[in-house]
Nanobody
Framework: QVQLVESGGGLVQAGGSLRLSCEAS????????MGWFRQPPGKEREFVAA????????AYADSVRDRYIISRDNAKNTVYLQLNSLKPEDTAVYYC?????????????????WGQGTQVTVSS
């Protein structure tokens, strides 16, 4: 079992930045691709970004490409999501997830473990 705990969310003005963290316990993350998803109010959960086991490969949703950066520190069992140039439409609960696949994927069903989420609110 892998337990994932997100942190770093909060209220920020448009144009601002946040850094989300996802810390794992129970098992090392070395053998898991990691992803970030988000669920805006009243909408379905959507893919944001993902990173492979070793961090060499990443994938991003078009809506966040060039604004968000996903990274990981396997020694700390932690995955990060840097959110830059935030927009009100980025407001959502952000979730991290772990997949046994050795490649970044946007497919929700590929992820085996999920965190509880952290709220990001961007004011205009």
């Amino acid at each position: 079992q892998v337990q994932l705990v997100e942190s770093g969310g909060g209220l920020v003005q448009a144009g601002g930045s946040l850094r989300l963290s996802c810390e794992a316990s129970g098992r090392t993350l070395n053998n898991y691709a990691m992803g970030w998803f988000r669920q805006p109010p009243g909408k379905e959960r959507e893919f944001v970004a993902a990173i492979s086991w070793g961090g060499a490969s990443t994938a991003y949703a078009d809506s966040v490409r060039d604004r968000y950066i996903i990274s990981r520190d396997n020694a700390k069992n932690t995955v990060y999501l840097q959110l830059n140039s935030l927009k009100p439409e980025d407001t959502a609960v952000y979730y991290c997830a772990a997949s046994p696949l050795n490649r970044p994927t946007s497919v929700v069903g590929a992820y085996r473990y999920w965190g509880q989420g952290t709220q990001v609110t961007v004011s205009s």
